[in-house]
């Protein structure tokens, strides 16, 4: 099981620093989410600043942008990395879709299906020099001069992975995509009920072996010193579960486990009391969601969350542990 840091830094001018730090920890690769940066930016700079680290968008928003833009930024940060990069896609939801980015909207399998098979067949145009002809429902492909292309590369095969919670989209991984983002929001049960197989489905479709899909998940940990630590730890945990929660496209979660806080919090959302939501995240539903134990013993804790589920890894703390403690906790994890 490899780890991978997830960047956090607040400015692009602090990304190199943040990658030497992920180096020094012991981590495996760096990812980054798209939120308030460019995930794509963040990864050229931490590819230069740290190159040997894996590099990997966690999640870009692939229908905020064509096929065409995302292909070139891939095959540039491919080349830059040696093939170390990861290209991690989301769909995002209808409301940031049209009204953060002002794109168009439709079914988001089907047209993410459609959005895999544009990519690559850009990417074989690149590295073999065929005519660009790629006709689909939601987007067209038809031109592609030599002043425009960027050209074969030593590492052409860029691995693409979707992020995905709910069983459709997990059959679109099985089928089309070399890897799946797991959200934190997640339990053992539903990786295991659900998640698996989904894929296992749509693997089977086209004749894929969907052990050979690579399950990169991100996981809750509530830990500590002390008891101090561990509280102020668990309460911050208990937050973020309850805003995951609160949302509908999260719900089948809850559905599996028999939780009906749902919609209380959804409506508690609505009404914007974001800072009574966690009281309704009960100890059952954090230990179940989150991994928790004291700093002693959260190795092997997360180790048996993710035994057999999942082949890399990025923590989530509800209180960061200073870097010496997560230093010898990414040791522990990595020579296990």
């Not at 940060?77 to 209808?94: K, M, N």
């Not at 993410?112 to 987007?139: N, T, V």
């Not at 509800?318 to 010898?328: I, N, R």
């Amino acid at each position: 099981m490899r780890l991978d840091h997830y960047l956090a830094a607040d400015r692009i001018g602090t990304v190199a620093d943040e990658a030497h730090r992920a180096r020094s920890l012991g981590f495996d690769g760096v990812m980054a989410a798209e939120t308030s940066h460019d995930p794509f930016l963040a990864l050229t700079v931490t590819a230069t600043a740290e190159p040997e680290l894996d590099l990997g968008t966690a999640v870009a928003v692939a229908f905020a942008r064509s096929p065409m833009t995302i292909a070139h930024s891939a095959w540039d940060l491919a080349d830059l990395s040696q093939g170390r990069f990861l290209l991690g896609l989301g769909t995002q939801i209808r409301p940031h879709i049209v009204g953060r980015f002002s794109m168009p909207w439709g079914e988001p399998v089907p047209r993410m299906r459609e959005f895999i098979a544009a990519l690559r067949a850009i990417w074989h145009s690149w590295q073999h020099g065929d005519p660009l002809r790629f006709k689909g429902e939601h987007y067209r492909f038809s031109l592609m001069t030599p002043f425009f292309n960027p050209g074969p590369i030593a590492h052409p095969e860029v691995p693409i992975y979707l992020a995905a919670v709910g069983p459709a989209m997990c059959r679109l991984v099985g089928e089309a995509a070399d890897g799946i983002h797991i959200h934190p929001f997640h339990t053992r049960r539903y990786l295991e009920e659900t998640v698996g197989p989904a894929i296992a489905v749509g693997a089977a479709r086209r004749g894929r072996d969907a052990a050979a899909v690579t399950r990169v998940a991100t996981l809750f940990v509530v830990t500590g010193r002390d008891a101090g630590e561990m509280e102020r730890s668990a309460a911050a945990v208990r937050n973020r579960i309850a805003f995951y929660a609160s949302t509908p496209a999260y719900r089948a979660v809850l559905d599996l486990h028999g939780w009906a806080m749902g919609d209380e919090l959804t409506a508690m959302s609505k009404r914007g009391e974001w800072s009574m939501m966690g009281d309704l995240v009960d100890d059952e539903v954090l230990e179940t969601v989150a991994v928790v134990a004291p700093i002693d013993r959260v190795a092997r804790a997360i180790e048996e969350r993710c035994d057999g589920t999942v082949d890399r890894l990025g923590l989530v703390f509800g209180e960061e542990p200073a870097d010496e403690t997560l230093g010898g906790l990414v040791a522990q994890l990595s020579n296990r």
